[in-house]
């Protein structure tokens, strides 16, 4: 079993390719098409995940179920937090009563109710197949940081951003700091709140300002949680995010036009792959920092 520890270091991958991919939220087919478009190598390629494996798509369980692969190292989102938050009380007790649990929760607002399809009303609990998924996340760190050197990169859901960062000098935390988190092996609750929600550098209040691609001393930090048509970089964070549940309710509702999918960053070739519910083929680019 993997260790509950919420940050989480691992050597470079010298055998075979790592690959970062955005927020799932249940599109397991798209991330099927992107593995077999790199011709993922299970014995000897990784697959990293930013987070919000589960909601809103249409195979939530299936993506939650990623997490016994041994090739697969995701962060927590802030939907599996909501979904570890609403079943909290069902992970201490093993009774899980519908009728009194299912009320007034932003969980199943923001795309949870997908739960509801594994309730297993007569015994008054969920389904083990359930169950099983609600204990991998419950595993899942809150940080992944790979390799040393100019090889290092991190893997988080939302933002590094300080909440301080008006008057400390940096916007972002810095790879010092974040080895002092893996000495102690704690992520201190300001920082994790943001590590679950931010939006702080990927919406408009700082992508607005003149900033850079890279910040000195912040190895590349993949993230998503916030997505835009493209994979965009800032102050070292990547983000992943490119909707690729829009696209799914583009293809069920019908609408045109619709730039959303799933993307796949390849860590050594530094360029990206996407697939969309709107198209058959894929894509490919290389990100643009600014
Ligand atoms: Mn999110």
């Keep these: 079993m993997k260790s509950n520890a919420p940050i989480r270091k691992l050597p470079a991958n010298t055998v075979g390719k790592d690959y970062v991919v955005g927020d799932l939220h249940g599109c ?43 090739w697969f ?9 909501m979904m ?23 969980f199943l607002e923001y795309g949870g109710d997908w739960v509801s399809g594994y309730v297993d009303a ?50 972002v935390w810095l790879d010092s700091d974040i080895d002092q988190w893996l000495e102690r092996q704690l992520i201190p609750p300001e920082v994790e709140q943001r590590l679950y929600w931010s939006r702080a550098l990927m919406s408009s209040q700082l992508a607005e300002q003149e900033v850079a691609g890279t910040q ?8 998503g949680h916030t ?7 800032l102050l070292s964070h990547l983000c992943l995010d490119t909707g690729a549940f829009v696209s799914w309710w583009s293809r ?8 959303s999918g799933l993307t796949l960053f390849d860590v050594q070739e530094s360029r990206w792959v996407s697939a969309s519910y709107r198209r058959d083929d894929v894509f490919w680019g290389e990100v643009s920092a600014r």
């Design 252 to 259: 069920i509702y019908g609408e045109e036009g619709d730039n």
């Design 84 to 106: 570890l938050d609403f079943f909290s009380s069902y992970l201490a007790t093993g009774k899980f009563d519908p009728l009194e649990d299912i009320v007034d929760n932003g």
């Design 28 to 70: 397991y087919g798209l991330l099927e098409r992107l593995l077999n478009e790199v011709e993922f190598d299970k014995a000897c390629d990784r697959l990293f995940s930013v987070g919000d494996l589960i909601d809103r798509g249409p195979d939530s369980l299936r993506c939650l179920q990623l997490l016994e692969e041994s």
């Design 73 to 81: 190292y995701a962060v927590r989102g802030n939907h599996e937090l």
């Design 122 to 171: 007569d015994r008054h609990c969920m389904t083990q197949e359930f169950n099983r998924g609600l204990i991998l996340a419950l595993q899942m760190p809150l940080m992944w940081v790979v390799g040393e050197g100019s090889t290092r990169f991190h893997v988080i859901h939302a933002d590094l951003v300080r909440p301080d960062y008006k008057t400390a000098g940096h916007i």
């Design 216 to 223: 000195t001393g912040l190895s590349l930090t993949f993230c």
């Design 227 to 233: 997505y835009a048509a493209k994979p965009r970089q």
